[in-house]
Nanobody, 114 residues
Framework: QVQLVQSGGGLVQPGGSLRLSCAASGSVSRFYKMGWYRQAPGKQRDLVAT???????TYKDSLKGRFTISRGNAKDTVYLQMNSLQPEDTAVYYCAAVNLRTYWGQGTQVTVSS
């Protein structure tokens, strides 16, 4: 059994920053890729960023330069630093970890509003 536990998120004003964290635990010791996705109300879940276990990153094009994904030294934790947040970044953010299958975190709400 694998669990992904997310933390961070909340309400922030436009232009502000937030950091999301996701820690994996359980029967899988290695995830070859971890990442973040988000789902805005009425929309499908979209890729935000991914990072492989050798540090290769990918980003949604429109988020490059504002969002940064990283992994902890133990490689079972993934972070998302979000800067210059805008109202359109409002969504539920999910972390994901890939081994033989994809595991999902519980989701955390990020609201950008004045």
């Amino acid at each position: 059994q694998v669990q992904l536990v997310q933390s961070g998120g909340g309400l922030v004003q436009p232009g502000g920053s937030l950091r999301l964290s996701c820690a994996a635990s359980g029967s899988v010791s290695r995830f070859y890729k971890m990442g973040w996705y988000r789902q805005a109300p009425g929309k499908q879940r979209d890729l935000v960023a991914t990072i492989s276990d050798d540090g290769i990153t990918t980003y949604k094009d429109s988020l490059k330069g504002r969002f940064t994904i990283s992994r902890g030294n133990a490689k079972d934790t993934v972070y998302l630093q979000m800067n210059s947040l805008q109202p359109e970044d409002t969504a539920v953010y999910y972390c994901a970890a890939v081994n033989l299958r994809t595991y999902w975190g519980q989701g955390t709400q990020v609201t950008v509003s004045s």
